[in-house]
């Protein structure tokens, strides 16, 4: 085998060793700490906007769909009125309100 091939030992790793000089990057535990909480609050605060803004739509929905429904009790009411007193005779035109239908005939 070759020399080049050959895995240096554990004590020659230990002696060529060099240190790395501080020009790589370095950040402090605390700095990271606070920009990840920073991040976090972030994150949250942009999601209870976009909740907020879901609900007021939400509820504007719903008011829509309360006032649409009264309208169709209402016009539901009004046709069933006017569908009772199309249907119903006046006095003296017969039907269950003349005295004959309910048994009071009346002698002239």
């Known amino acids: 085998m070759h020399a080049s091939m050959m895995q240096p030992s554990a004590a020659d790793r230990a002696t060529e060793f060099t240190a790395v000089d501080g020009t790589g990057e370095q950040f402090n535990g605390f700095t990271l700490m606070v920009e990840a909480y920073a991040a976090i609050w972030l994150i949250l605060l942009v999601w209870l906007v976009f909740i907020w803004r879901k609900q007021a739509d939400l509820g504007a929905r719903v008011e829509g769909l309360e006032a649409a429904i009264l309208r ?13 007193s ?10 269950k309100e003349s005295g ?7 002698s002239a």
């Open 72 to 84: 169709a009790e209402r016009r539901a009411m009004g046709d069933a009125k006017a569908g009772e």
């Open 86 to 95: 199309n249907a119903k005779p006046k006095p003296g035109e017969g039907g």
């Open 100 to 106: 004959k239908e309910s048994g009071m005939e009346t």
